[in-house]
C-alpha cells in the first residue's frame, strides 16, 4: 500500500519560514492534484493549498501572499513553502494526492506533520 511521506514541519518562531515536502513512499501514476490540508486542534480539516495538473493552483485566503506551492513532476513531489508564519498556521498539514485510476479519483493522504508557530 503506497502511502505519502510528509517532511519539514516543526516549531517556528512568528515572522518565520518552514518547507514542507510530501512523495510517496512507492510508485504511483502521475497525480492530476496535489494538495496540502491542515486541521488545527478543535476545527475541521481544511484546504491550504492545491495545484492541479501543472499549472492551476488555488489558495486559502487565509496564506494567500504567503505560502506557495509547487511540484516536482520528475520526483511525484509537492511542497509548500510557508512564510510569514503566524501562531493561527499551527495545526498538523497533510498532503493529498489525486490519482485518476480506470477513470475514478483515488485520494492519498499522508500522516501529518506537526506545525507550530509561537507568537
Known sequence: ????????????????????SCAPSG???SPKAMGWY?????KQ????????NDSST????AVK???????DNAKNTVYLQMNSLRPEDT???Y?????????????????GTQVTVSS
Not at 480539516?45 to 492541479?52: D, N, P, S
Not at 489525486?98 to 500522516?111: A, D, I, S
Request: proline share 1%; charged share 15%; aromatic share 12%.
Open 1 to 20: 500500500q503506497v502511502q505519502l511521506v510528509e517532511s519539514g514541519g516543526g516549531l517556528v518562531q512568528a515572522g518565520g519560514s518552514l518547507r514542507l
Open 27 to 29: 510508485s504511483i501514476s
Open 38 to 42: 491542515r486541521q488545527a486542534p478543535g
Open 91 to 93: 495545526a498538523v498539514y
Open 95 to 111: 498532503c493529498n494526492f489525486v490519482v485518476v485510476l480506470f477513470g475514478f479519483n483515488r485520494n492519498y493522504w499522508g500522516q
Open 45 to 52: 480539516r481544511e484546504l491550504v493549498a492545491r495545484i492541479i
Open 58 to 61: 488555488n489558495y486559502a485566503d
Open 65 to 71: 501572499g504567503r505560502f506557495t506551492i509547487s511540484r
